[in-house]
């Protein structure tokens, strides 16, 4: 059994790789950032998600016909999928960059605006009350991003 370390310190007496031109260079960067990229997204388990939608439905669709009291705008739920994948691109652009940076702000005000338009629908609560409040916000939104970093 040998003990390999999976990511080993590059060694300061190693000279840099030369490379014949820029392309080569280029190709070679590309590829360094699309291994980096594929072994953060690797260490992530988001298999669950698609499942747990298929229980939630299944759920759904027996308790209407069982004819038990559900929600009227059961559908209103699939809003909940874009709103999901908008908090994990916030997180996960606040994990890359340790703050909060005008990409992940947007995806978090994304996030929080489905959210809301989702909770309004399901309980039948007046939409006409909610699309001022929500202009508002995005435009607040809008004004408090424009001062983060890029």
Same mark, same amino acid.
């Given at each position: ?18 490379? %014949?031109?820029? !392309?080569? =260079? @280029? +190709?070679?960067? *590309?590829?360094?950032? %699309?291994?980096? !990229?594929? =072994? @953060? +997204?690797?260490? *992530? ?67 929080i605006l489905l959210t809301i338009m989702a909770v309004a629908f399901l309980l039948n609560l007046a939409t006409s009350m909610f699309w001022p409040i929500l ?16």
């Amino acid at each position: 059994m040998t003990d390999q370390n999976p990511n080993p310190i590059p060694d300061p007496n190693t000279p840099p790789p030369t490379y %014949r031109d820029w !392309r080569e =260079q @280029r +190709r070679a960067e *590309r590829h360094a950032r %699309r291994e980096a !990229r594929w =072994q @953060r +997204r690797s260490g *992530r388990p988001y298999g669950w998600f698609g499942g747990a939608i298929l229980i939630l439905l299944g759920v759904i669709f027996l308790l209407q016909n069982l004819g038990l009291p559900f929600l009227a705008n059961w559908w209103a739920l699939f809003i909940f999928i874009p709103a999901f994948g908008a908090f994990v691109t916030a997180w996960n652009v606040y994990q890359e960059h340790g703050r909060l940076t005008r990409g992940g702000a947007g995806s978090l005000t994304v996030g929080i605006l489905l959210t809301i338009m989702a909770v309004a629908f399901l309980l039948n609560l007046a939409t006409s009350m909610f699309w001022p409040i929500l202009l508002i916000a995005g435009g607040v939104v809008l004004l408090a991003t424009a001062f983060l970093p890029a």
